[in-house]
Structures are given as structure tokens and as C-alpha cells.
């Protein structure tokens, strides 16, 4: 009894795993097109940038956040559940590895739309400062002193791009981990079980000339039917 409700329980879960899965890598998508498209109208504007698609992007960040946190959950209460076999605990790892890869993605989109923000707000600061200075509204210790700030600037900006990289590269480095281990499984099943493979090859031989024996039977069977008919 126990069994079965747990059953019932994981295939619940697993439901409700795919569907919050599949609004994720739906808004996945449009919110990385959404920060391309306001780091595009902030390098093209001449003006104020567009608050209000700064909104939207920040609105979308929140209900990503929202929904990642609501698959956490349902992976916990997945991972509560004792594996009935191998099918169930490859399914419970598949479903850790998709919400890792989603919040490796959703960090990484967030992270350089914030670092193109940073650049076109910088940009956006030499572009009035040149103004002033041909207007002679800055001294030379004011102009030190914002020159100051942007190389500080460009340094945090170098440094989100290298975290993002390093975060990659650790991405990277755990998958191919993984499935050096996966492959390392399957030798050592192969090397600790020949004699099932040898029991399985017999049996498919077994079962072929089984299958020939009862056609060659079945034949003869019918020529003697239409032998005996037309006679």
C-alpha cells in the first residue's frame, strides 16, 4: 500500500516538475531576448533609457526566481521518495540537472544584461562629460576624478565577465565529471557480469531457432491443409 501511494505521489510530482519545466525555458526565452532587445534601445538612445522595459525585465526576473524556487521544492520532495529501480532514480537525477542548467542560465542572462547596462550607463557618462568639458563646465581635478571612477567601473565590469566564465567553466568541468563516472558504471557492470551476456546471447539464439522450428511447422502444417483440400 505504501508502495502504491508512493507511486502515485512521484508520478504527481513528476507532472508537476515538467509543467513548472516547461514555463521556465518558456520565459527563459523571451527573457533573454528582452535583455538584448533593452540593451539594444540603451546603446541606440540618445535620451533617458526606457524605464519601463528596464521594468519589465526586472518583473520577469522575479517571476523566474518565483518559479525556480517553486522546482527546488517539488525536487526535494522528489528526492524524499525511496527510487523504485534504476528508471526512477535516473528520472529524480535528470530533473536536479535541468533545474541546475536553468539556474546556471538564468544567472548568466541576468549577469550580462546587467553588465551592458553598467557599460552603456558608463558610455552614457563619458558621452555628458565630453560635453561639459566643451562647454568648460569641469575643472581638471573634476575630470581627474571622473576618470577615477570609470576605471573603477571598468574593472568591476571585467570582473562579472570573469566570474561569468568561471561559472561556465565549473559547469563545464561537473558535466564532464558526471559522465566520466556514468561511463566508469557501465564498465565495471559489463566487467563484474560477462556470464549475463553470454546467458542473454543463448537465449536470443534459443528463441530464433524456436521461431523457426514452430514456422516450419506452421507451414508444413498448411501445405498438408491445402493438399488435403484440393485432393
Known amino acids: 500500500m505504501a508502495t502504491a501511494l508512493g507511486t502515485v505521489g ?5 507532472k508537476q516538475a515538467r509543467h513548472v519545466e516547461n514555463e521556465i525555458d518558456a520565459k527563459l526565452v523571451a527573457f533573454s531576448k528582452l535583455g538584448v532587445n533593452t540593451a539594444t534601445s540603451h546603446a541606440s538612445a540618445d535620451t533617458v533609457p526606457l524605464l519601463d522595459e528596464e521594468h519589465v525585465f526586472e518583473n520577469m526576473a522575479s517571476e523566474i526566481e518565483t518559479l525556480l524556487a517553486k522546482l527546488i521544492s517539488i525536487n526535494e520532495r522528489m528526492s524524499e521518495i525511496q527510487p523504485n529501480g534504476a528508471a ?10 535541468i533545474l541546475k542548467d536553468y539556474k546556471l542560465e538564468f544567472s548568466k542572462i541576468r549577469n550580462n544584461f546587467v553588465a551592458r547596462k553598467d557599460r552603456e550607463d558608463l558610455l552614457g557618462d563619458v558621452r555628458k562629460e565630453i560635453d561639459s568639458y566643451k562647454t568648460g563646465g569641469l575643472n581638471r581635478r573634476d575630470m581627474y576624478l571622473k576618470e577615477s571612477q570609470h576605471i573603477h567601473n571598468s574593472d568591476r565590469l571585467i570582473n562579472d565577465q570573469i566570474s561569468i566564465a568561471m561559472e561556465t567553466r565549473d559547469h563545464l568541468m561537473s ?42 511447422i506452421i507451414g508444413f502444417c498448411t501445405f498438408l491443409m491445402l493438399l488435403y483440400t484440393f485432393h
Open 10 to 14: 512521484w508520478e504527481d510530482l513528476r
Open 88 to 97: 526512477m532514480l535516473h528520472t529524480m537525477q535528470r530533473h536536479k540537472d
Open 175 to 216: 558535466q564532464r565529471q558526471t559522465f566520466k563516472r556514468i561511463q566508469t558504471r557501465f564498465n565495471d557492470i559489463s566487467n563484474r557480469f560477462p556470464a549475463v551476456n553470454s546467458l542473454v546471447q543463448r537465449i536470443n539464439l534459443r528463441k530464433r531457432r524456436d521461431s523457426i522450428i514452430l514456422g516450419l
